[in-house]
Nanobody
Framework: QVQLVESGGGLVQAGDSLRLSCAASGRTFSTYVMGWFRQPPGKEREFVAYTRRTGGSTSYADSVKGRFTISRDNAKNTVYLQMNSLKPEDTAVYYC?????????????????WGQGTQVTVSS
């Protein structure tokens, strides 16, 4: 089992940057595929990005492609989400998630473990 704790959220202006972090417990972090999802106000949770076990393969939602970068440091048991050129529509609670099963990785049901989320608010 793995526990996930997100940090780094906050209130920023449009065009600013933020870096979210997700720290994982346990000694098998490198065996997990890590994902980021977000839930805008009044909407369903949606896929943002994932990174495979070594970090060599990543995938992004079209809405964030070219602006967000997911990365991981397996020595620190941490996955990051660098968010640049933020827009008001990026306002959401951001969640990290983990799975060590072989799945598609862009669906909520692909993940077994979830953090509590961190709020990101982008003002115009």
């Amino acid at each position: 089992q793995v526990q996930l704790v997100e940090s780094g959220g906050g209130l920023v202006q449009a065009g600013d940057s933020l870096r979210l972090s997700c720290a994982a417990s346990g000694r098998t972090f490198s065996t997990y595929v890590m994902g980021w999802f977000r839930q805008p106000p009044g909407k369903e949770r949606e896929f943002v990005a994932y990174t495979r076990r070594t970090g060599g393969s990543t995938s992004y939602a079209d809405s964030v492609k070219g602006r967000f970068t997911i990365s991981r440091d397996n020595a620190k048991n941490t996955v990051y989400l660098q968010m640049n050129s933020l827009k008001p529509e990026d306002t959401a609670v951001y969640y990290c998630a983990a799975t060590n099963n072989y799945r598609f990785y862009y669906r909520l049901t692909d993940y077994d473990y979830w953090g509590q989320g961190t709020q990101v608010t982008v003002s115009s």
